[in-house]
């Protein structure tokens, strides 16, 4: 199981939402559709290409 935590991208955030999965693309692509639903803020201040934050949370997916 691959997974990646709101925590492990921003430890001082309050959201608990940890996508999981069989692969880094699959855990990637939830992280993502997340960050679009509850956290269109943090992804303006980011100021990241769809494909820039897709490779940033692929490099951050661990076991
Ligand atoms: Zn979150």
Not at 1 to 20: G, R
Not at 29 to 36: E, T
Not at 41 to 50: P, V
């Amino acid at each position: 199981m691959m997974k990646l935590a709101c925590k492990d991208l921003d430890p001082e955030t309050d959201c608990h939402f940890e996508a999981t999965g069989n692969s880094t693309k699959e855990v990637a692509g939830k992280m993502m559709k997340h960050m679009k639903e509850a956290h269109t803020d943090k992804m303006k201040e980011m100021g990241m290409s769809d494909a820039d934050m897709m490779k940033m949370f692929e490099s951050k997916v661990h076991a």
